[in-house]
């Protein structure tokens, strides 16, 4: 599905950024889905379980949270058609969710140069509910994605 602001991309990229999304082995296990994608966007969603994924204080661990940022900006910073890297990421971490649910992450590239590009990157709750916000910095090696 495309969202409106969402800019196309070429789709052989796109079809190939989806279809390695599929067979991330991380991506798999944590039951990742990547739901949108266009020129520096991508929208990622994980279902969320307590059983799972709390750390020590019955909260949801911060791994896990961050391993859904880094799908959306890994999704959005390949978008351009070469190999990105992450240079940087930081991240803050707002609330919790405490029971199972659906999370979203949506990153969006807010600046972009031929070697570098800078995403916001926001994970929310099904509720809307802000989970965690994140300032990313990717290097754009040139080379071209192996698995297109």
Do not use: W
């Not at 991240?91 to 031929?114: D, K, N």
């Amino acid at each position: 599905m495309r969202t409106e602001t969402a800019d196309k991309i070429d789709p052989v990229i796109e079809k190939a950024i989806y279809e390695a999304v599929k067979g991330e082995p991380l991506a798999r296990t944590l039951g990742m889905k990547l739901l949108d994608l266009g020129a520096g966007f991508s929208k990622v969603e994980m279902p969320y379980d307590p059983e799972s994924m709390a750390n020590i204080y019955e909260r949801a661990h911060g791994g896990a949270i961050f391993s859904l940022i880094d799908e959306a900006f890994e999704t959005a910073s390949q978008t351009c058609g070469t190999i990105a890297v992450a240079l940087n990421i930081n991240v803050t971490y707002i609330s919790s969710p405490s029971e199972p649910m659906t999370l979203y992450a949506e990153a969006t590239e807010i600046s972009g140069s031929r070697k570098t590009a800078s995403y916001d990157i926001k994970v929310i709750e099904k509720t809307g509910r802000l989970v965690a916000t994140c300032q990313a910095v990717a290097y754009r090696t040139g080379k071209p994605l192996p698995f297109v």
